[in-house]
């Protein structure tokens, strides 16, 4: 029997034992022989693995209690806290305007005055001063209204001097107006011209010029008298004459005629209306 030098202590989990520090070759030699230890704690010197399976070399783990409160999670700090904004007052209340209703509408062609009393209402009246319903031309612009509501346009003026035989008639002017215009139904209007007449043809008769419409009737003489062969008898009038009654475009034309005396035999045309002499143009609204 051999003596223990050195005891050491091992534990295995809950199991212990001690044995005798004894040199290597000790221990070798005992376990080989079986001469001492715990035979049963090391089955191999090399594995260490005694004979229960237990691996001398490997320490067990370390005893953990498992009713033991688990260690809380390491302190995690909260996101540093930030002041939410800060206040601001909503605008002050604007109280809205008061409704206010609006005009009643009123058509201003139907209300209002109607000045010139052709129905048309001032505010809508196309040609102030005249109905806005005639229209005869069909243009659609009130004949009060239109530049020549005799026609699409104008005709064409005639000569500012015209001669019929031994007459002459320049310058005719209605109205102050030239020789082509528009004038009033029924309306005295003032003539202007000049004339001049010689008579070779019977130098001791008398005769004269008439002037009138045509279609129509003759207005007045511009000359009444015994003009010469030789020397032509002249003169400038201004004389009124009443328009046409009805709408339309009507000539004013000189006439030679050789009564006794202006409007000596007839009311009308000396021999009858004049195919020629057109001295000026009217259209009568
Ligand atoms: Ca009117
Ligand atoms: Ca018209």
New binding site residues.
Partial sequence: MRSCTAVFVLALGSLSFSACALPRDAIGSSLIDGGIGPQDAFASRDTGIDAAGHDAHVLPDAFADPDAPASPDAYVAPDAFALPDAYVAPDAYVAPDAYVAPDAWSDPCTTGP?????????AC?RC?GHD?HVDVDADGTPDGCDSWPCGATAPAAPPASVTVGGVTVNGVSIATMGNVVVVDASASVGVGLSYSVTDCGCTNCLDQIEIGWSPGSRQFCAFDGNPRCSTASTGTIAQPITTPATHGQYDLRFHFAQDFACGRSSTDWYGGPPADGTIAIVCVR
């Fill in positions: 109607d000045s010139d009393g052709d129905g048309v209402h001032d009246d102030p806005d």
